[in-house]
């Protein structure tokens, strides 16, 4: 352990894209959409209630503007604990700290995430409380989850591009939450109170970030029930200060031993994600997303996820293309906000994601992902090598935006980056 350590202090890595695409988790039929939770980082061998590792990565990345690259390292440290207190109560802690030397004209700070701490209330096998810090988290959907709002400004460092690990690494909301389950069905409340205001955000290295996480009071009623063998639908109410109430459909079924299709969707009052940019009042109308797809799993080791994505809350082309040439610093205002809402950026798009485990050789994984948005057909694409041995992985990765030069992908910065990655498990 204390080798381990002097090696994160002596290694002060950086910013990139690594962190594993994690296996979710197992779940039972009904609670598998009222806690949409599918963001577990994967290690063989589970030992008592810690869990914890250490990454360095090395990053080298290029960006659209002429002759401008940079290089960046990143050391981080990344712990989990669970642990049974007394039978029925439960504390689980999340953590992750990930310290920057950052090369590059807007360099990515040393950042710590603290995802999760929450003690855990069994009352009976069927109902349960939470309190805490607890990353709430919905959907169905892979590359695009319109019903997990919870995921609004919770990112404060993003470490992967891949979906999975985004839901896995961002930090969750103070919040009171009660379960009911029911051999037919279950419901779920969760109450998220204000805080801190979003004006008084706070982006230091070890801050809570409160005014990202609790900036207004919000609520989010989820109900599931089976319906038939295999078939259990999600219905999703969620309420917040000073907006409309958003309402939200999750279903997912098997279609054969090997097919899982899906589909997410929301429907609300809200302002477009150019609106939200503008000076004065957001103009707000009916706003329609959705997320519809189907999970392949071959006899050989390879899933496949395709997916096509909507949401009436991003520009189409037409509106693309009037921001980019009236005012180019709006587009990139709105690629912001979509970020930083964890949105669409473009009306329509679709994804297609690729997992092959033990490629090649045994314990060899191959990761990979294309989102192609349709408005400007701009691509951002992502593949991962990743060696796992018994404590520790390997892993190479690259990530490129590719497009028209006023296309939605190619708006930002970022053309390409490569990373090469270690990590080890204490």
Not at 101 to 108: E, F, G, I, K, L
Not at 138 to 158: C, I, M, Q
Request: proline residues 5%.
């Amino acid at each position: 352990m204390r080798q381990a350590l002097k090696f994160l202090l002596s290694a002060l890595f950086v910013y990139a894209l690594p962190v594993h695409a994690a296996e979710p988790p197992a779940r039972n039929e009904l609670d598998a959409l009222s806690l949409a939770d599918g963001a577990t980082a994967t290690q063989d061998k589970p030992i008592g209630p810690w869990r914890i590792y250490l990454e360095g990565a090395g990053v080298s990345s290029r960006y659209h503007a002429p002759n401008e690259s940079a290089g960046a390292l990143r050391g981080s440290l990344d712990m989990r604990f669970d642990k049974t207190l007394a039978p029925g109560l439960r504390l689980v802690g999340s953590n992750r700290l990930d310290l920057v030397h950052d090369q590059a004209a807007r360099p990515v700070k040393s950042v710590n995430t603290l995802r999760e701490a929450y003690l855990s209330w069994s009352r009976t096998d069927s109902q349960s409380y939470d309190f805490g810090r607890v990353n709430v988290r919905h959907g169905v959907a892979l590359g695009y989850n319109p019903t997990d709002w919870f995921k609004e400004s919770a990112l404060r460092g993003v470490v992967s591009p891949d979906p999975a690990a985004l839901r896995e690494n961002r930090q969750g909301s103070v919040v009171l939450q009660g379960q009911q389950l029911w051999p037919g069905g279950g419901i779920t409340l969760t109450l998220s109170p204000r805080i801190e205001r979003d004006d008084n955000r706070d982006p230091g290295t070890f801050s809570l970030d409160l005014g990202a996480t609790n900036p207004r009071h919000r609520w989010l009623l989820a109900g599931s029930w089976r319906v038939a063998e295999g078939l259990t639908p999600q219905v999703l109410v969620h309420g917040s200060e000073g907006a409309a109430p958003q309402f939200g459909l999750n279903l997912s079924a098997l279609a054969n031993d090997a097919v899982v299709v899906f589909g997410e969707a929301a429907f609300g009052r809200g302002p477009a994600l150019a609106s939200r940019v503008q000076q004065g009042a957001a103009d707000e109308r009916r706003q329609r997303r959705a997320a519809f797809g189907l999970t392949y799993t071959s006899p050989f080791n390879v899933t496949v996820t395709v997916e096509a994505d909507y949401n009436s809350a991003a520009p189409n082309r037409a509106q693309w293309h009037s921001l980019r040439s009236s005012a180019p610093s709006a587009a990139l205002q709105v690629l912001g906000t979509a970020a930083n809402l964890q949105d669409l950026p473009a009306r329509r798009a679709y994804f297609v994601y690729a997992t092959w485990k033990d490629a090649f050789v045994r314990r060899l994984d191959l990761s990979a992902f294309v989102r192609h948005e349709l408005e400007t057909n701009s691509r951002a694409q992502w593949i991962e090598l990743r060696h796992r041995w018994d404590r520790a992985d390997v892993s190479l990765q690259l990530l490129l935006n590719s497009g028209n030069a006023d296309s939605v992908y190619r708006a930002g910065p970022l053309r390409h980056a490569v990373e090469a990655a270690v990590r080890w498990y204490l």
